[in-house]
Each structure stands twice: as structure tokens, then as C-alpha cells.
């Protein structure tokens, strides 16, 4: 890994907004797989450094073994700089401890940052890797065209890993008023998480946290406002588990034998979402 910048002074610094998570409530087993997720989080503003720094702060007492970003690293701008300004600086207490960020491109992102990096993706749209007990797939949802289907599906054939978690950019449900579900990328994408096992997905785009209730045996997060943030924006409805517009979140979670643990946490510390996914198995 490249030496980042150690330029934490550029961090909020303590006390000065985030206090401590209000409780972890996550059973920190000694070797379950610990990971973060963040998404819509590339603005370079303020309240993006007081969520690295709330991270900052948890993986002291929740060492995350990594970080999944579920797309929208970078908005605006994305010059060499800005790489510095919008990720490498909010999040250099967790760089400089060697985590790693595994980065999906959102509609804001230029396909050339799977180049970068910090991000991991070695230069691929779309590209899966394993933890412990656990098989990640990385998606590409600007372009889902038949190359990648094929390839997702015939990954999934061949992964016969205990847990399998996908993560993209644009959610298949969602509750929220600004982009809603894309239903025609449900289409192409669920036919395949039911029949492969797949037990969660992530994605962002909608600037919001929601928890969609199972649908055919998957619970979707939304992580959206790991930067970005549209309050008031959700419209809870009967398939909605739990929402929150009023502030930026990230989640940690924990998975450990056949349950997934996670919690919600906004930028100051408070939790706002926690729960545990049980594993689904298919026949």
C-alpha cells in the first residue's frame, strides 16, 4: 500500500464534534469478519471528515478489517488533488492503520478511478474477493450489460462460500423520494441473488440510510449519506425495516458463524439502526 498523507491536522480535530459511538452493539467475536460501509461519500466537505473521523474512533474499539464504499467516491472535480481532498485526508487515521477500502463506481465517479489504488479495484468495473468466510461481489450498475451479468453469474455458480454479499451503487428497492427503485436492474440482478444464495446487498445512491424487510430470503441496505445527505427525503412504506434522513451514517458490521450483526451510526456517535441478519440457505 502507497504511504498516505499523514495529514490528520486536516481532520476535525476531537471533541469538537463527534463523541464516542452511544454503545457498540456488535459482539466483537475474536474471529468473525469486522468491516465498514460508507457510500455517497466523495464531497470534500465537512461533514464527510466528521464521519472519517467518527470511524476513526470506532475502529478503535471495533478494528474493521476493511472498508466496502458503495459508489460516489468522488463528486465534482476528480484531479489527482481532489483524491487527496475528498478521500485520502477524511480518511487518513484509518489508511495510515492499514485498512483498506474497496471501492464500486457510482454515476458520479469517472471509470478511470478503478485505477486508483486506494480504492482496490485493480483496474476492473466489476470484481469479487474473499474475507474470512465471506465472498464479496463488486458490481458495476452504470453499465449492466450481458458481459457482466455473465460474469456475476457464473462467479456465483463457482463460489461455494458460507456468505455472499454483494454491494453496488444503485438499489433494487428503496423507499426514498428522490431516485426510488430501479426496477429494470431488479430485473436483471435478482433472478440471481435469490438463486445463488446471496444473503445481503448494499448499495447508495439515495442520499439516506434505509433497511428494506427480506425480500425472497435478501435484506438490502441503502447507504447513501456517508457524505451526500437529502433530508426528509424517505417515505417509509410496509417494506421498510427501519430509515433514516436527518444526518450523515455509515454502518459497521460484524459477520460471525451464520449471523451478520450490524449498527448504524451517524456522525455523532449516535446509533440509529442495529440488528442481525440471520444466513438463508438454499436447497
Do not use: C
Given at each position: 500500500?502507497?504511504?498516505?498523507?499523514?495529514?490528520?491536522?486536516?481532520?476535525?480535530?476531537?471533541?469538537?464534534?463527534?463523541?464516542?459511538?452511544?454503545?457498540?452493539?456488535?459482539?466483537?467475536?475474536?474471529?468473525?469478519?469486522?468491516?465498514?460501509?460508507?457510500?455517497?461519500?466523495?464531497?470534500?466537505?465537512?461533514?464527510?471528515?466528521?464521519?472519517?473521523?467518527?470511524?476513526?474512533?470506532?475502529?478503535?474499539?471495533?478494528?474493521?478489517?476493511?472498508?466496502?464504499?458503495?459508489?460516489?467516491?468522488?463528486?465534482?472535480?476528480?484531479?489527482?488533488?481532489?483524491?487527496?481532498?475528498?478521500?485520502?485526508?477524511?480518511?487518513?487515521?484509518?489508511?495510515?492503520?492499514?485498512?483498506?477500502?474497496?471501492?464500486?463506481?457510482?454515476?458520479?465517479?469517472?471509470?478511470?478511478?478503478?485505477?486508483?489504488?486506494?480504492?482496490?479495484?485493480?483496474?476492473e468495473r466489476y470484481y469479487?474477493?474473499?474475507?474470512?468466510?465471506?465472498?464479496?461481489?463488486?458490481?458495476?450498475?452504470?453499465?449492466?450489460?450481458?458481459?457482466?451479468?455473465?460474469?456475476?453469474?457464473?462467479?456465483?455458480?463457482?463460489?461455494?462460500?458460507?456468505?455472499?454479499?454483494?454491494?453496488?451503487?444503485?438499489?433494487?428497492?428503496?423507499?426514498?423520494?428522490?431516485?426510488?427503485?430501479?426496477?429494470?436492474?431488479?430485473?436483471?440482478?435478482?433472478?440471481?441473488?435469490?438463486?445463488?444464495?446471496?444473503?445481503?446487498?448494499?448499495?447508495?445512491?439515495?442520499?439516506?440510510?434505509?433497511?428494506?424487510?427480506?425480500?425472497?430470503?435478501?435484506?438490502?441496505?441503502?447507504?447513501?449519506?456517508?457524505?451526500?445527505?437529502?433530508?426528509?427525503?424517505?417515505?417509509?412504506?410496509?417494506?421498510?425495516?427501519?430509515?433514516?434522513?436527518?444526518?450523515?451514517?455509515?454502518?459497521?458490521?460484524?459477520?460471525?458463524?451464520?449471523?451478520?450483526?450490524?449498527?448504524?451510526?451517524?456522525?455523532?456517535?449516535?446509533?440509529?439502526?442495529?440488528?442481525v441478519v440471520a444466513r438463508?440457505?438454499?436447497?
Amino acid at each position: 500500500m502507497r504511504k498516505w498523507l499523514a495529514t490528520a491536522a486536516v481532520v476535525v480535530a476531537a471533541g469538537t464534534w463527534a463523541a464516542a459511538i452511544d454503545a457498540l452493539r456488535l459482539p466483537k467475536d475474536p474471529g468473525s469478519l469486522k468491516f465498514a460501509v460508507i457510500g455517497d461519500n466523495g464531497t470534500g466537505d465537512r461533514p464527510q471528515y466528521e464521519v472519517g473521523q467518527q470511524m476513526a474512533m470506532a475502529h478503535d474499539v471495533f478494528p474493521f478489517e476493511l472498508v466496502i464504499m458503495l459508489g460516489d467516491n468522488l463528486y465534482g472535480r476528480q484531479q489527482p488533488e481532489d483524491f487527496v481532498t475528498k478521500f485520502e485526508r477524511p480518511y487518513a487515521a484509518l489508511l495510515q492503520a492499514g485498512v483498506p477500502f474497496y471501492a464500486s463506481l457510482g454515476n458520479h465517479d469517472d471509470q478511470k478511478n478503478r485505477f486508483y489504488a486506494g480504492f482496490n479495484m485493480g483496474g476492473e468495473r466489476y470484481y469479487t474477493y474473499k474475507r474470512k468466510t465471506v465472498r464479496f461481489f463488486v458490481l458495476d450498475t452504470n453499465l449492466m450489460d450481458p458481459k457482466q451479468l455473465s460474469w456475476f453469474d457464473e462467479a456465483l455458480q463457482a463460489s461455494d462460500d458460507l456468505w455472499k454479499i454483494v454491494y453496488f451503487h444503485h438499489p433494487l428497492y428503496s423507499d426514498a423520494g428522490r431516485h426510488g427503485p430501479d426496477v429494470q436492474l431488479r430485473v436483471a440482478l435478482e433472478p440471481l441473488l435469490v438463486r445463488h444464495g446471496v444473503n445481503v446487498v448494499f448499495s447508495g445512491h439515495e442520499h439516506v440510510y434505509e433497511r428494506v424487510k427480506p425480500q425472497k430470503g435478501i435484506t438490502y441496505f441503502i447507504d447513501g449519506s456517508g457524505g451526500q445527505l437529502r433530508k426528509g427525503d424517505m417515505n417509509p412504506s410496509a417494506q421498510t425495516a427501519a430509515s433514516f434522513d436527518q444526518d450523515q451514517t455509515f454502518m459497521l458490521v460484524e459477520v460471525a458463524g451464520d449471523e451478520l450483526h450490524f449498527q448504524t451510526v451517524t456522525r455523532t456517535g449516535r446509533t440509529v439502526d442495529a440488528g442481525v441478519v440471520a444466513r438463508r440457505t438454499i436447497s
